[in-house]
């Protein structure tokens, strides 16, 4: 029981997650797309679940990070990266294309996954591929 | 109208909860991209709690294209090609920049990271801009 109850916690919150991005609206690639859109019809509701998802998490994060260790785990395991170097804002601005260009991002795309329609399943493989290809381009 | 804003709201805070949860419990941050890309070899980390976490993703996916299926669109009417290449971009560059619109939008923001700071600019201008070139197409 002790080594699965982080695995239990682990699946709840992906699906808590996966039911906070659909109520949000992020499942829906033409919500995203109209958020993005900003010299056109700009659609701002996704604006303000980056605001309802912050408002939660800074505060949280700010306490959590005050513990010792998590709940249960040994140790925070948090990016150890800083400072600002060029893959970092080239991975960002051909992410966004990406994302600008179909509506999904990775969250979201998964999530997605339940409804077995095409589109979603072609956007999440090439997703996968290019994390993998990525991973190459790291070594 | 304002319910859209309510529902985004409540959802980004749900997002929120599902990502402080993680933190708190396993000292996870809840960056998708991180987590699909930690299941590929070199894996570190552990992989059981990132199959837990995406299997929580799908189950939420299933829960509501049961009980809420306005959450998802009727299909994409976006080619396949179209979406091959979006996933590959996001994925890619998911990779470079490590970290998506959860990790460094969300997670990285909460824990006032410079680096997400500037991957989220980044992305969303890189976002913008390929709506705004792309906007012959419907979503």
Known sequence: MRKQLPLLASFVCGLLFAAGLGIAGMTRPDKVIG??????AWDPTLAFVMGGALAVALPAFAWIRRQSHPLL????????????EIRLVLGAALFGAGWGLAGYCPGPAIVSLATLQNGVVVFVAAMLAGLVL?????? | MSGEFVAALAGGALIGIAAA???YVNGRIA????????????VHGGRGWRVAFIAGLLAGGLALSLLYPAAFPAA???SPLKLAVAGLLVGLG????????????ICGLARL??????????????????VFFTHGGNP
């Open chain 2, 113 to 130: 990271s410079k680096r997400s700071l500037a991957a989220t600019a980044v992305f969303m201008s890189s976002g913008m801009a390929t």
């Open chain 1, 35 to 40: 958020f993005l859109d900003v010299a056109g």
């Open chain 2, 21 to 23: 949860a993680l933190l």
């Open chain 1, 73 to 84: 785990a040994r140790e925070f395991a948090l990016p150890q990266k800083h400072g600002l």
């Open chain 2, 94 to 105: 998911a990779r470079l920049a490590n970290g998506c619109t959860s990790g460094h939008g």
């Open chain 2, 31 to 42: 960056g998708i991209s991180n987590i699909c890309a930690g299941l590929f070899p070199p």
């Open chain 1, 134 to 139: 990525g991973t190459r381009l790291h070594r």
């Open chain 2, 76 to 78: 994409s009417s976006a």
